[in-house]
């Protein structure tokens, strides 16, 4: 069935997760006619917090830890606005398990240095005097992400804790990883950074009012990040803007320099609206194939290069008090099938029922390889044999387990991701009422601060009438978990 609707001058939001959602309701703020339509049954995306009910009994998950943090002031104030004083400060507690023992995250030096041993404490050091002299007075250049890591810490460091999880995430060589992925996630982190680090933690321990890092603490939803999420769907809703799920593009029509028209498809109806303004955040491979005419053949051929890491997801309630303090530990030695977990309880009490926790676990892979394809049973038996001997927790702990797969989570950014993103990015910029945004709309691996901010820029670019730079959000050139931080 086919229903045409008639010509509205409108902005369309496409893709109701962080960056869309935000958005919506900076464009409801301003008095802006818009719709949102989002393909799942709910909103929020890849920050969306999952609900199951046993008896009565509710647990709750993120798809993995989403804390908050952020130096933009206005982004608190978004936050703050919208969840008010369900929105908790959390005490940050999160590690490593490395051969055998646990190493606090961010990295602690002094503690790092106890528990390797002087050893091999020697052969980092030494190892990273000879990364100094080859790549600083050598010159050495870095072509990918294992030069700069090796570069900045010396190889006994990086393949201690960095290249082999990063090579886990990825499922690929960090050699073949562009070093956009290190100055993106790991800006100015160094050996340097955690000596001075190290030195400002022991002057701070003598202060009486010590300063507040994003390391140290962070701020979350009670009711988990999809709390945010649900209470923006709820106010446009109260205000006329439903966000229509399972609603979704099948073609979007273009004249070359505008968008023109969009095909929806929504149940067994198809549905046709020549929106003003167009707001996505679809996977640049998805949206080309959605445009009509099709764009050059170049541009298909380097999207089609567009690679993504996928992620399947164990969620299993336990009848135990707690398992750690943690909120997450990584696992970066590839013998452990797994790369982090989470323990929901830790972000916020309200996550799981009194006298209960839980254990969200992340396996990274492929959609179509095994892990992806592996039923809840093999992943359960799997993830079990470790957490046991690791002393986390028995299998007749197990209430009850829950499968999660998850498309297109982390961009992939090869040593030649460039030289096929930039003329995409080229081609999508031409039409001068498209603004794609967030973590699958730009292919950027980016946070949930930064996809707000995306959404909010694109927002203000449609009601200010002009074009914001969405490239520099988490473009800052420092690590991306330093710095204070504290409501506005």
Not at 466 to 480: A, N, P, Q, S
């Amino acid at each position: 069935m086919s229903v045409l609707l008639a010509h509205m001058r409108e902005t369309y939001v496409i893709g109701a997760g962080p960056a869309g959602l935000a958005s919506a309701i900076e464009l409801s703020k301003a008095g802006e006619k818009f719709t949102v339509v989002e393909k799942a049954d709910i909103p929020g995306g890849l920050a969306k917090t999952y609900s199951f009910d046993e008896d009565g009994l509710v647990f709750r998950t993120d798809n993995g830890p989403h804390r908050f943090f952020s130096k933009n002031p206005y982004l608190y104030e978004f936050i703050g606005e919208l969840v008010g004083e369900r929105w908790i400060e959390v005490k940050r507690q999160t590690r490593q398990h490395i051969a055998g023992k646990f190493y606090d995250y961010p990295i602690k030096p002094v503690q790092a240095l106890a528990n390797i041993g002087p050893t091999k404490a020697v052969r980092m050091i030494a190892d990273y005097c000879v990364a100094q002299a080859r790549y600083g007075l050598m010159k050495k250049p870095i072509r990918n992400f294992e030069d700069h890591v090796v570069a900045h810490f010396g190889r006994t460091l990086a393949e201690f804790n960095m290249i082999n999880y990063t090579e886990k995430i990825w499922g690929v060589k960090a050699s073949t990883i562009h070093s956009d992925w290190a100055t993106q996630r790991i800006k100015g982190l160094s050996v340097g950074f955690l000596i001075k680090a190290a030195m400002e933690g022991a002057i701070g321990s003598f202060r009486t009012a010590p300063l507040r890092t994003l390391v140290d603490s962070f701020y979350y939803p009670e009711y988990g990040t999809g709390l945010i999420y649900e209470t923006i769907a709820k106010k446009l809703a109260d205000g006329g803007h439903p966000v229509r799920c399972g609603t979704y593009p099948i073609k979007i029509r273009h004249d070359g320099k505008r968008i023109t028209g969009i095909t929806l498809k929504a149940g067994d109806r198809t549905e046709e609206t020549a929106p003003d303004q167009i707001i996505e955040s679809i996977p640049p491979k998805e949206f080309l194939k959605l445009l009509d005419p099709v764009p050059p053949e170049a541009v298909m051929a380097a999207a089609e290069r567009m690679r993504y890491r996928d992620q399947t997801y164990l969620f299993i309630t336990l009848d135990k008090e707690r398992v750690t303090h943690d909120q997450w530990i990584y696992f970066p030695e590839k013998q452990i099938p797994f790369g982090r977990i989470s323990e929901m309880k830790n972000f916020s009490q309200k996550m799981s029922p009194p006298g209960k926790t839980s254990l969200f676990i992340e396996f990274f892979c492929f959609e179509g390889d095994a892990i992806w394809n592996a039923p809840k049973e093999y992943l359960l038996g799997l993830a079990m044999g470790h957490l046991e001997r690791l002393g986390f927790c028995r299998q007749d702990e197990v209430r009850e387990s829950y499968l999660i797969r998850q498309k297109k989570v982390y961009p992939i950014y090869d040593t030649e991701y460039r030289s096929y993103l930039d003329p995409v990015k080229e081609y999508l910029d031409r039409f001068e009422n498209l603004h794609y945004i967030g973590r699958p709309g730009r292919f950027r691996y980016n946070n949930q601060d930064h996809s707000l901010e995306m959404g909010i820029m694109a927002a203000r670019s449609v009601i200010e009438g002009k074009r914001h730079d969405l490239e520099r959000i988490g473009g800052e050139e420092e690590y991306f978990e330093k710095g204070t931080h504290g409501k506005a």
